[in-house]
């Protein structure tokens, strides 16, 4: 079974400007969420998503993240503008979503430098 | 007050000995469940084991272990006979209420940085 799909893995970006990550989750999985993990600390929950639907985007900065999955499957997060402060690994991660025992698995990640 | 509290943030040990990380957490949820994963240095998040407020047994699998305590509110990872190859951060994580299907994201401690040393 293939896990869960990031792309790209590495992205080094200008502050003030635009960067899109795209994330794959395993094939069946309901459910799909976006961590940030700034350098020393554990993942940050951004955004979660059910099917198509947003659950939870309480901790996203909405002023410049957006996310959106296309019909249930992929989803792409964008910050625009990047910010010195955005400078973080992206990890996608997916559940079945049918069960509040449900395992979180993740991908590889995304490692973003802005300068 | 931090959800998840990890207080090691390094540790060395011998390769074959048993290792114990600790984890404390805080909520004032029934049910809740708790998750330890392992972060090599290529940077993916692996799921290690899972335990739930309801489970009256520990959990275990192969080599790890999760040490409940629900009246401390520790959850410690035990990992037995250590190999090299365990060398990692390692993180414990919670899960608030029982969702199925409403939002259950995960709330993760700082981590600890496991070396193994042979």
């Known amino acids: 079974e293939a896990g869960v799909a990031q792309s790209p893995r590495y992205k080094i970006i200008e502050k003030r400007q635009s960067v899109a990550f795209w994330c794959n989750p395993i094939?069946?999985?309901?459910?799909l969420y976006w961590y940030q993990q700034i350098l020393g600390q554990g993942p940050k929950l951004l955004i979660q998503?059910?099917?198509?639907?947003?659950?939870?985007d309480s901790q996203l900065p909405k002023d410049r993240f957006s996310a959106e999955r296309l019909k249930g499957v992929d989803s792409t997060l964008k910050i625009q503008p990047a910010k010195l402060e955005d400078s973080a690994v992206y990890l996608c991660a997916s559940s079945l979503g049918a069960l509040g025992t449900d395992t979180q698995y993740f991908g590889p990640g995304t490692r973003l430098t802005v300068l | 007050a931090q959800k998840i509290t990890q207080t090691q943030p390094g540790m060395f040990v011998q390769e074959k000995e048993a290792v114990t990380l600790d984890c404390t957490y805080d909520t004032s949820d029934q049910s809740y469940g708790l998750f330890w994963y392992k972060q090599p240095s290529s940077g993916e998040m692996i799921f290690l084991i899972y335990q739930g407020s309801y489970d009256e047994q520990n959990a275990t699998e192969g080599r790890y272990s999760l040490n409940f305590q629900k009246a401390r509110k520790s959850a410690n990872l035990v990992i037995s006979a250590s190999q090299l190859g365990d060398s990692a951060m390692y993180f414990c994580?919670?899960?608030?209420?029982?969702?199925?299907?409403?939002?259950?994201?995960?709330?993760f401690g700082k981590g600890t940085h496991l070396i193994i040393q042979p």
């Open positions: 998503f059910q099917n198509n639907g947003v659950v939870d």
């Open positions: 094939s069946g999985h309901a459910t």
């Open positions: 994580a919670m899960r608030e209420g029982y969702s199925g299907g409403g939002a259950d994201g995960l709330t």
